[in-house]
């Protein structure tokens, strides 16, 4: 049974570009929620998509978007980066109709913005 | 709002000694309530995790921890720390997208 993957696992940009995360939810998971983790600090949910749509959203810009695809898997874009966003993004997925609300991570993205 | 805090961030215990992790939070009805580990590199890993019930709850790895809500409190413990128990733990309070992190707590573990 595979888990939550993710790619790429590491990458570069400069500032001014634009970055899309990939995330594919664990089997049998409807429902994919996106976390920033700068360094030394904990995790700081940016938004969470089911069916398609993005239900909830944390305190970030519209510079962080996403997209749900039909197979449940999901995309993080972030535009015009800044050095700031410098961080390890992770992707947890679950199930909507879950009555626990864990959440499965996966392995995160590594993002250096130079 | 709900927000978890780890009053220690970084704490070192010798390889074979007891262990224990704080966690305080602030929620405002019956929280559901995680422990992760992330290793270097990597993603969080659940611990344990308490809905409801006996308020003390195992988990893997030999880590146990235990609810007190008179405390509002959720602390990790482990009898006999071994090495490769080294890593950063995050005390989580809420479910799904509402889910809070604390800032976490570095384990070094000495031989």
């Known amino acids: 049974d595979a888990g939550v993957t993710q790619s790429p696992t590491h990458l570069i940009k400069t500032r001014g570009q634009q970055v899309t995360l990939r995330c594919s939810p664990k089997?049998?998971?409807?429902?994919v929620s996106w976390y920033q983790q700068a360094l030394g600090q904990g995790p700081q949910f940016i938004f969470q998509y089911y069916e398609e749509e993005e239900r909830q959203r944390g305190n970030f810009p519209d510079r962080f978007s996403g997209h749900q695809f039909p197979n449940y898997s999901s995309e993080l874009n972030v535009n015009a980066l800044l050095l700031g966003d410098s961080a390890l993004y992770l992707c947890a997925s679950s199930r909507m109709d879950g009555n626990t609300g864990e959440l499965f991570f996966g392995e995160g993205s590594r993002l250096t913005v130079l | 709002a709900q927000s978890v805090t780890q009053p220690d961030i970084h704490i070192t215990v010798s390889e074979g000694a007891s262990l224990e992790l704080r966690c305080n939070y602030s929620?405002?009805?019956?929280?559901?309530l995680f422990w992760y580990v992330q290793s270097p590199g990597q993603g969080l890993q659940l611990l344990l995790k308490y809905f409801s019930g006996d308020t003390l709850v195992q988990g893997i790895k030999g880590f146990e921890a235990e609810f007190k809500r008179s405390q509002s409190s959720f602390n990790l413990r482990k009898p006999s720390v071994h090495w490769s128990d080294a890593a950063e733990y995050f005390c989580a309070v809420g479910a799904g997208y509402d889910m809070r992190f604390g800032a976490g707590t570095r384990l070094t573990v000495k031989p």
């Open positions: 089997s049998g998971h409807d429902t």
């Open positions: 929620y405002g009805a019956t929280p559901y």
